[in-house]
């Protein structure tokens, strides 16, 4: 075993007694009683007509702020116990090993990394427009669907996900998920998985785009403060990483300061004579964006990924956590009831039933696949030690999952006749037949006429910007300032996806092409890394400027899922090569079974919907990904049927004796074949 120190991690360090699984399950199954019976005596007063009780109304019992310290209370208790009881007991992390990013270091893509950078880059590449704009539609279902999806989804699905395929990849050398797949299944389900994830996030990085391109359309501000943080960030990278190695405080305070300074500065730029230069059409931002791709995936990870995406993240959690001491203060009451008529289907918004579609719609606010490709790509290429991994692949899924239900919260806060008036086409509202109440004031006090304009964002923006103007007396003026400031908030969150996926399918295509010309699969070389870099902008870029995402944007959620119940699968394989407990396979065979069945449940639904509008494109696409995704949960059942007959773990295929880096060409051969 090649060995860094002589630090093991000990299942001390995490969990201090086998209890703790136990404690936590505990802790879990009372919270759901607690909210149970409160549920039932608010709905037994509700249906007692003759008593002054049935006179509350569900808002005056309900608050954001009780439903923020329940969840907050979750979260604790899962990061302190469940992810304590993975580390020690499942994974057996050991700091013993060599980690990728000293193993293969190239000072390019494997550079070890502090922990708290790491941190920060992978929490703002995995946390994209999905714990912000899905919640926020979700939030037509009522708020109880979408609240407990997030805690329990992100709780056993999410961060489990995103905390197994990391280890599994910084055990692989930092190889991503489909070479995971073809040395640990089998070759037939790791080319599978390289096609099905290219695809994938392609068309996830086209969608995520297009949200940057609507907040940012003239709109000089936004553009201004995006475009400062690049020269920033390459500064921050330059003085951390060559300048004054490891002086992370000096650094950040430089940074932050640096980009507070280019939000403040917006204002004044946006009003001036330079405001033209920074006022783009949608051209223009579908052509710059693929190129801020492009130099994002080829450039040094350490010079503009790493420290941009670490500068942006603590602003991003900054905000969160301004919005969390706003519902401290404000309290607001929740307007939205627990569930809406829109439970059986027929909505405004997402015309689906509840089931499936509140978990496809949430998305990443509580699992993400895309996750799997941040978690298999650049992310293992940084950590310094495997104690890291639950801080990283756990705490960040718990971060994403605190952001998703702060932005459920302050979409249901908004009085549910002008929350389905921003969310819907002035035809579709009229149907409804709902009166306005507050939308016209909401307008006024933001500036802008913030009536049907779906997708989300700008319920969003307003129901944080309210919330923020409502802190203390005299601050109603401030809202439209708070506004433009969280539609830019939401700008810099999808963008800083946009990079670090940009450079994981880059990775990706390398390994593809790699198997046909190999001198490509070498990270090292220039014009490898150049010319798959520009393919894999050039691919999102077209289908961005041509606008052909919005035919293809449905498709997006149900694939996303689906992508996530992959990863999941071959995540209980690696449990079950590496566990002396077979058991243990069951904290990913579980939510890989309902996340699968949930998802293809989401595509038939979308291939009927298809067909009746006649989108031929979409139906063919649905139906491919749905067919590969398929093989290789069967090729995992199948690997899974053999690893159960094993009495002892017969360990992973990840070369680490021969430290085969996606650096080195050729690969070692596998060692334990089982298919």
């Known amino acids: 075993m090649n060995t860094l120190s002589n630090e093991k991690l000990r299942p001390g360090q995490f969990a201090r007694n086998t209890e703790g699984g136990i404690r936590f399950y505990s802790a879990i199954i009372l919270f759901a009683a607690t909210v149970s019976h409160a549920v ?34 979750v979260f604790a208790l899962a990061y302190r116990y469940y992810a304590s009881f993975i580390a020690a007991k499942v994974l057996a992390l050991d700091d013993r090993y060599i980690t990728p990013a000293y193993s293969c270091k190239d000072g390019r893509d494997f550079v070890p990394t502090n922990k708290w950078i ?33 805690i329990l989804g992100s709780v056993f699905a999410g961060c489990v996900h995103d905390m197994i395929i990391l280890f599994a990849s910084v055990r692989h050398q930092g190889q991503s998920l489909s070479v995971i797949a073809r040395k640990d299944v089998s070759v037939l389900t790791g080319y599978t998985t390289a096609i099905v994830t290219l695809f994938i996030i392609i068309v996830a990085l086209s969608g995520l785009a297009v949200a940057v391109v609507n ?31 490891g002086a992370i405080l ?63 993240s603590y602003m991003k959690i900054a905000v969160i956590g301004a919005l969390a001491v706003g519902l401290f203060f404000v309290n607001p009451g929740i307007s939205m009831p627990f569930t809406t008529e829109f439970i059986n289907g027929g909505g405004p918004i997402i015309d689906g039933p509840v089931w499936p579609y509140v978990f496809i719609t949430i998305a990443c606010g509580a699992i993400s696949g895309f996750h799997a490709l941040i978690g298999s790509g650049t992310t293992p290429k940084l950590i310094e030690k495997e104690s890291q991994i639950p801080m990283i692949g756990y705490g960040a899924m718990l971060t994403e999952g605190f952001i998703g239900l702060m932005a ?28 306005v109440q507050n939308l016209n004031e909401l307008s006024a006090l933001v500036g802008l006429d913030v009536a049907h304009r779906p997708g989300g964002a700008i319920s969003l923006a307003v129901g944080m910007a309210y919330i923020f103007s409502s802190v203390g007396e005299g601050l109603q003026h401030t809202m439209k300032y708070w506004f433009q400031f969280i539609i830019m908030f939401e700008a810099l969150f999808i963008l800083t996806t946009i990079d670090a996926g940009t450079r994981v399918a880059r990775y990706i295509l390398q390994d593809i092409l790699g198997s046909v010309y190999k001198p490509l699969k070498r990270t090292d070389s220039i014009p490898g890394v150049v ?21 293809i944007w449905p498709m997006f959620g149900t694939t996303n899922q689906t992508l996530a119940s992959l990863a999941l699968a071959i995540g209980t394989t690696l449990i079950l090569r590496i566990s002396k407990k077979k058991s243990y396979a069951l904290i990913t065979a579980v939510p890989c079974a309902f996340i699968a069945i949930t ?42 049927i053999r690893l159960l007959k094993t009495t002892e773990p017969v360990g992973m295929n990840d070369d680490r004796e021969k430290l085969s880096c996606p650096v080195i060409y050729p690969h070692g051969p596998d060692d334990k074949p089982l298919a």
């Open 250 to 312: 000096s650094g950040s305070i430089f940074g932050v300061a640096a980009v507070c300074a280019a939000v403040y500065l917006g204002a004044p730029v946006s009003e001036s004579s330079m405001a033209g230069w920074f006022s783009l059409d949608r051209n223009e931002l579908s052509i710059l964006l693929p190129v801020y791709g492009f130099c994002a995936a080829a450039l040094p990870v350490w010079l503009l990924l790493a420290p941009r995406d670490y500068l942006s």
């Open 531 to 551: 010319v798959t870099s520009a393919a894999v902008s050039f691919a999102w870029g077209y289908i961005l400027y041509t606008g052909d995402i919005s035919s």
């Open 118 to 150: 790491v941190f920060g880059h992978h929490f703002a590449a995995i946390a994209g427009a999905g714990p912000l704009i899905g919640p926020t539609l979700a939030a037509q279902y009522g708020w109880g669907p979408g609240f407990f999806w997030i």
């Open 408 to 435: 459920l919260l302050a979409a249901v806060t908004l009085v549910p006749n002008d929350y389905f008036a921003i969310n819907t086409s002035s035809a579709v509202f009229a149907k409804l037949n709902m009166p």
């Open 40 to 73: 039932r005596y608010i709905s037994e007063l509700h249906a007692a007509p003759d008593t002054a009780l049935s006179m509350i109304r569900w808002e005056e019992l309900m608050s954001a702020l009780m439903l923020m310290i329940s969840a907050l209370c």
């Open 599 to 640: 998802t293809y449940a989401a595509g038939i639904m979308n291939i009927q919907t298809f067909m009746a509008k006649g989108m031929t494109l979409n139906v063919v696409l649905s139906v491919v990904i749905i067919v590969l995704v398929s093989i290789i949960i069967f090729e995992n059942i199948r690997i899974w």
């Open 215 to 245: 907040a940012l359309y003239r709109n000089p501000w936004g553009v201004f403060t995006i475009a400062m943080t690049i020269p920033i960030s390459m500064t921050v990278g330059m003085y951390m990483f060559k300048i004054r190695p």
